[in-house]
């Protein structure tokens, strides 16, 4: 026994002399070598990239992939919920980018601070029945506070917006990063790969060819008719049926309908997609390292149709977009389904431009009641009506119409209806001079088709969206 105990005791005196750092770790009440003592705190080159949304369906599958990519050295995942839980698990894959996770909306900025790409699948996917645009309400306001949160911190990133509905959340982003002065419409771009990807497998399937040799080009937008794939530009060339090509479209236009019911109310496609996040990102990391003809389609400010945002093919380089080509020839079938894209397509980018006016809108109301309550000329009706009242009842405070709300003060006085004018003209003013940034809604597109729905919402403000996270998450938990 005792000897035993004698050769034990060497052994630890030899294994102290050998590793020194765990005898002094050992010294201090420490057993084991704890991770903030570790030498290696970063990996491989490259670039640092953020996923906003880093806990949910995409985010997930999204960032395991992404700490695959050599080209990331360093991954932040970002998000409202169980980033602790994912940061741990994906930080344990031997590969070269190092993990940090961040949970809840004080760390955004710690989140985004120096990033290069910023990956946003934060929100909520649809459910059986739902339309993409039934998710504006919860979708918008999320997608506004992140995108402040960008322009704050990492001005510069390029933006991959997965968060639907993409043709009305990009026109709210660019609109975010216009008012904070930081908008460079190349560094924006709209995921739409998962079109492109199916787009390819399903023509694969059809001309019975391996899906990775195909390419077709989807214009448009990312949501329903709004999905345009030209198929006479099929590479390689390759001709269809009029069955085939209705086939095609309607398929490719409906494959995520085709995933969400599916899935029966378990959510909207996440592998398919986080898959087609990482593509189109690796795009861009690319084009970012400078390799030279990195070609994908992206829904981007644009001047390829007269709508201000359309998805085309684009040319990346280290600034982001560099080149956007023109649709090409295109066939009459084509033609009709370029028509009802753009139809559709225009009411979504307005509604997203009209999201972040009308909050100026309802700040410009507030600003207006405000002087509307200071300005005592303007309750001189209410002040006489108060008079009248008071000389004919005992209890004059009850009789006084006191509420917070301006109309109470103000009624249908006069200064209360020039005060609403002024916010008016400063509010088409903002409108135009969000418009100084071609390409995107331009002056002759306010005054032609804006701006009466805008004026008119000056009078009776929208009810108030879901901001944020607080509201969000709300909404969130209702929804699932
Ligand atoms: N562009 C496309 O092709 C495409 C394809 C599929 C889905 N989508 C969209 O992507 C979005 C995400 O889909 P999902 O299936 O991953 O949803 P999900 O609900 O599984 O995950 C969304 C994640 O966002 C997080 N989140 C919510 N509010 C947030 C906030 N304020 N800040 C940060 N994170 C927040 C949630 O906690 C959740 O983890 C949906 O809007 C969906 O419609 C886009």
Same mark, same amino acid.
């Given at each position: 026994m005792q000897a035993s105990a004698d050769v034990n005791q060497r052994i630890a005196r030899l294994s102290a002399h050998l590793n020194p750092l765990m005898n002094n770790l050992q010294k201090e009440g420490s057993t084991n070598l704890r991770?903030?003592?570790? #030498? &290696?705190?970063g990996g491989s080159p490259g670039f640092k990239v953020a996923i906003l949304g880093a806990a949910g369906g995409i985010g997930q599958p999204l960032a395991m992939l992404m700490k695959m990519?050599?080209?990331?050295s360093v991954l932040h995942l970002y998000d409202v919920v169980n980033t602790p839980g994912v940061t741990a698990d994906i930080s344990?894959?031997?590969?070269g980018a190092v993990v940090h996770g961040f949970l809840g909306q004080q760390q955004l900025e710690d989140a985004l601070t120096g990033m290069d790409l910023v990956i946003i699948p934060a929100g909520v996917p649809r459910k059986p029945g739902?339309? #993409?645009?039934? =998710?504006?309400n919860i979708n918008a306001g999320i997608v506004r506070t992140l995108c402040e949160g960008i322009s704050k911190c990492c001005p510069k990133a390029i933006v991959n917006l997965i968060s639907n509905p993409v043709n009305s959340t990009v026109p709210i982003a660019a609109e975010v990063f216009k008012r904070a002065g930081?908008?460079?419409? !190349? #560094?924006l771009l709209g995921v739409t790969m998962l079109d492109v990807v199916r787009a390819n497998t399903f023509v694969a399937e059809v001309l019975g =060819?391996?899906? #990775?040799d195909i390419d077709v080009p989807v214009v448009g937008g990312h949501a329903g008719v709004t999905?345009?794939?030209?198929? +006479?530009?099929?590479k390689p060339p390759c001709s269809f049926t009029q069955e085939e090509t209705e086939y095609l479209t309607s398929r490719i236009q409906n494959g995520g309908t085709e995933v969400v019911e599916a899935k029966a109310g378990a959510g909207s496609a996440t592998l398919s997609m986080a898959y087609a996040a990482v593509k189109f990102a690796d795009a861009c990391l690319h084009a970012l390292r400078?390799? &030279?003809?990195?070609i994908q389609c992206a829904f981007v +400010?644009?001047?390829?149709?007269?709508?201000p945002f359309f998805a085309s093919r684009v040319r990346l380089g280290r600034n982001g977009v560099e080149e956007i080509y023109p649709l090409g020839p295109l066939n009459e079938y084509e033609r009709v389904g370029l028509e009802k894209a753009k139809k559709e397509l225009g009411g979504s980018i307005e509604k997203g431009v009209s999201f972040t006016t009308g909050s100026s809108q309802t700040t410009l109301n507030g600003v207006a009641s405000f002087f509307c309550r200071c300005f005592p000329v303007a309750s001189f009706f209410q002040w006489w009506r108060f008079l009248r009242v008071a000389l004919v009842s005992p209890f004059p405070a009850l009789v006084?119409?006191?509420?917070?709300?301006s109309s109470a003060f103000c009624g249908d006085f006069p200064v209360w209806t020039a005060m609403k004018s002024t916010a008016r003209t400063a509010t088409m003013v903002t409108l135009n001079s969000t +418009? +100084?940034? !071609?390409?995107? =809604?331009s002056k002759d597109n306010v005054s032609n088709n804006l701006p009466m729905s805008q004026v008119t919402s000056i009078s009776s403000p929208p009810p108030p969206q879901a901001f944020g996270t607080q509201d969000s998450m709300e909404a969130i938990t209702n929804l699932h």
């Open positions: 991770q903030e003592n570790c #030498r &290696a705190k990519n050599p080209l990331v344990h894959m031997d590969t739902m339309t #993409r645009d039934d =998710l504006f930081t908008y460079d419409p !190349r #560094r =060819l391996d899906p #990775r999905i345009l794939p030209l198929l +006479s530009q099929v400078g390799d &030279a003809g990195v +400010s644009s001047q390829v149709t007269e709508l006084f119409p006191v509420s917070s709300s +418009s +100084s940034n !071609r390409p995107t =809604l």
